[in-house]
Every structure is written in structure tokens, then in C-alpha cells.
């Protein structure tokens, strides 16, 4: 077997010692591009957090110290070392152990983990609760009707996902995530990499969906370009037939105040679906990370938030965050009773020669009316253009009014009639 280790590693093994032998400068050895980025990373400097050693401290040992790690999950070949957060923190020997896979490495791979629990073995409690602002599907008053998660698994939310193709998965699964965001255009799917439905291992979208597991970075280090390659409209337009539109939140984003300069720093998804604050040691007040990934003004706008909102707008802009979202809910509700009229007038239309024009309208009407409300923020990405497409649905809606009520009026039908005849006979005169 000897034939399958990697030629670097032939000495590493005769003369290491088992302690020694699945350090990372170890695996180093065959896997060096993915090393460099460990090296380069937070969990690699693991032991001076906060700037300083954290080897004397009992409650940061747990998670900075990696044979403390190890404990909490029952590994039993747990020797006592002083390391980093490194390789086998995360990824869990072969049942035949680490000899097995450097001699065989594709037949005996360490096991691969995608969920977010084992990132929440640490990242957790009150100095980083990102598990438990993530997992809002386990809160006991999460209601899969009505509310959206990271953590609301796909294949339970969405069934329907399973029968279909990996275009899906590429953004409904953290195994389709992946390999979809090694291109960071916002419409270049990868589905040559993207898993079927079939093969999918974690159907929530995890930590390791946005952040390179190595170098603990984003996969794209853009945020809006990470965000937009899901949320996005996938092309939708008012076409006059497409009346259904899913999450057009990079399209209402470009050309927003937060996107073209206009505010005085650029600002992403992150700076205000993110809003983060530190833990307080005076109170003891829980840290906030941001992995719920809500929009939360009365956060946002608060002088312990570490975004730097507060430094211009302060907390008097709450309530015009409000008041501006209050505002395009309104007219939101105007607009259903008014699509209901003008549902009943496409129908009275139905048989005339003005269907076909009306129904095109009817249809783009719904668009503008479906692209606000499926957007999600209430204008608050770009109010300009909420504003703007709710102006065209009422536009077109009262189009489709307007015509079925010329067409109700006395007469009409016979003035329609008496233009026929008249551009028969003239047909006919012309033929002569």
C-alpha cells in the first residue's frame, strides 16, 4: 500500500510519533493551498484571542484549545496537547484511523461535516451566539407558514424541491451552495458541480454556505455579490406573462442610495442585516452576532451596535425607518383591493377584442405589485424603486378598469358594430 502515500509524508510517518503525526504541518504535505488559508486564519491563532493567551483561562480553553474541543465531542484518542483550532478539529478520523487515509486517501476520507452544529460546538453562549441565532427553526414559536431561516430545512419548508433539478439545490442546500459560489457572477450557476437533489446531504443553508471553512472568510468577500447569487429574481421581468417573483433583492438593491454613492460609504447586505454588539461584562448582556440575519432598526440605530449607524443617524431615525416602511405597507394593501377589481374587469373582458392587451397589463400589474412584496424590506433597499413599481401596478391596474368600464358603457357595442361594418364596406369597395 505504500504506493498511495504522498512522497513527503513517508518520513513524517517512520519518524513521528502518533502525536505528532496529524499536526497540520502534516497534512500540509498534500493538502498545501488549503493549509496556507488555515494559516492565515482566526482558528489558527486560536490561543491569543483577545489579543493575549487564553491557556490560563478555564472557560475559553473549552473552545480555543483543541484537545479541549475534542473532549466535548468523546473522542477517545484525545491526547493532552497544547494546539490551535486545527485540521481534526473538524474533520473526524476514519474508523480505521489517519494511517488508513494518507495510505488510501479517496477510500478512507475523514469525514465531512456541513451542519452547523459542529461550528456551534463553539460558536455559541453569550460572548458568540451564533448557533443559537441561527437556529431559528427550533424556537418553539417559529411558524413555517409565515417565516424564513437559514435554518428552516428546505426539504421539510419546500418537499416539492426534491422533484425537481440541481438549479434548485443550488441555492436551497449548503452542498449546492458551495460549489455554486466558486463563480461569484450572481447568474452564473455552477450546475455542473451542484449536486441532485438526490445526493444532498444538508438541506438548511449553514455556516460553511458562506464562509470558507479554512480561511473562516466569505466565499466571496463581496457581501452583496455572496448574498445576491441567491438573492436575486433569476431574470424576471413585466413581460406580460410572468406574474411570479422570488427574492429580487440584488435587482432592488443596484441603483440604491446604499449602492451608487449617494451614501457617504458603501454600504452591504451584512452592515444592516449583520448588526452586531459586543458582549457587556458590566451587565452581562448577551452578545448580538447578527446570524439571524433580520433587519432589526431598534439594533441598528443603537449606540452599542458596531456598525457605525448610529454615528450619523442616531436612534431618531428609528421610527423614520418605521414610518417609511408603514408607508409602502399601505399602499401594498391598497393595491390588493384594487387588483381584486381589476380581476373582476379582466374576466367581464374576456371574449372581447381588448383581452389579450388587458391581460398583458393584469399580468405586469401583479409583477410590480409581487417584485415589492416578495423583496421583503418594505422599500427600505430602495425606496425610490418600490415607490416607482407600485406607481406602474396601479397604473395597470386601473388600465384594466378603465377598459371593461368603456366597454360596459350604453351604446358602446353598437358603435363597435357600426366602425365593423364600416371597415367591411370599405374593404369591399377597395376590392372592387
Known amino acids: 500500500m505504500l504506493k498511495y502515500i504522498c512522497p513527503a509524508l513517508v518520513i513524517l510517518l517512520i519518524f513521528s510519533s502518533t502525536a505528532e503525526a496529524w499536526q497540520p504541518e502534516t497534512c500540509k504535505s498534500c493538502h498545501i493551498e488549503i493549509y496556507e488559508k488555515w494559516n492565515a486564519s482566526a482558528h489558527a491563532e486560536s490561543l491569543k484571542a483577545a489579543g493575549g493567551s487564553v491557556l490560563n483561562i478555564e472557560e475559553c480553553t473549552e473552545c480555543h484549545l483543541e484537545s479541549s474541543i475534542k473532549e466535548t465531542w468523546g473522542r477517545e484518542d484525545i491526547e493532552t496537547t497544547i494546539e490551535p483550532i486545527t485540521c481534526e478539529v473538524c474533520h473526524n478520523p476514519p474508523a480505521e484511523g489517519y494511517n488508513a487515509h494518507i495510505n488510501e486517501p479517496s477510500y478512507y476520507a475523514p469525514e465531512v461535516n456541513l451542519s452547523a452544529e459542529i461550528c456551534g460546538n463553539c460558536h455559541r453562549d453569550e460572548h458568540h451566539p451564533m448557533i443559537e441565532e441561527w437556529d431559528e427553526f427550533s424556537n418553539p414559536d417559529f411558524n413555517i407558514t409565515s417565516m424564513e431561516s437559514h435554518s428552516e430545512p428546505t426539504d421539510i419548508a419546500e418537499p416539492y424541491i426534491l422533484d425537481r433539478d440541481n438549479s434548485c439545490v443550488s441555492c436551497k442546500a449548503t452542498d449546492g451552495a458551495i460549489p455554486n459560489l466558486e463563480d461569484p457572477d450572481i447568474f452564473g450557476l455552477n450546475l455542473d458541480e451542484v449536486p441532485e437533489p438526490s445526493e444532498v446531504s444538508e438541506w438548511r443553508i449553514t455556516c460553511v454556505a458562506c464562509h470558507e471553512p479554512h480561511s473562516t472568510g466569505y466565499w466571496i468577500e463581496d457581501d452583496v ?14 413581460d406580460g406573462q410572468t406574474t411570479r417573483v422570488l427574492h429580487p433583492q ?5 441603483g440604491s442610495i446604499y449602492d451608487t454613492g449617494i451614501h457617504p460609504v458603501g454600504i452591504g ?5 449583520m448588526v452586531t454588539q459586543e458582549y457587556n461584562d458590566t451587565t452581562e448582556e448577551s452578545a448580538i452576532t447578527g446570524h439571524t440575519f433580520d433587519f432589526k432598526p431598534e439594533i441598528l440605530f443603537s449606540p452599542n451596535a458596531t456598525n457605525g449607524c448610529y454615528d450619523c443617524h442616531q436612534e431618531v431615525f428609528i421610527p423614520v425607518v418605521k414610518a417609511k416602511q408603514e408607508l409602502i405597507v ?24 381588448t383581452y389579450d392587451a388587458a391581460l398583458a397589463d393584469y399580468n405586469n400589474a401583479v409583477f410590480y405589485l409581487e417584485a415589492v412584496k416578495a423583496d421583503g424590506s418594505h422599500g427600505i433597499h430602495n425606496m425610490e424603486r418600490a415607490s416607482e413599481y407600485l406607481d406602474n401596478s396601479k397604473e395597470l391596474f386601473d388600465s384594466v378598469i378603465e377598459r371593461q368600464a368603456t366597454m360596459s358603457e350604453p351604446g358602446f357595442e353598437l358603435i363597435l358594430a357600426v366602425i365593423g361594418l364600416l371597415a367591411a364596406l370599405w374593404t369591399m369597395k377597395k376590392r372592387k
Open 225 to 238: 455579490l455572496l448574498c445576491g447569487n441567491c438573492h436575486n429574481s433569476e431574470h424576471a421581468v413585466p
Open 250 to 254: 440584488w435587482e432592488m438593491y443596484n
Open 269 to 273: 447586505c451584512s452592515d444592516c442585516h
Open 330 to 353: 399601505r399602499r401594498i394593501n391598497d393595491l390588493e383591493t384594487i387588483r381584486i377589481n381589476a380581476s373582476e374587469s379582466l374576466e367581464e373582458l374576456n371574449g372581447t377584442h
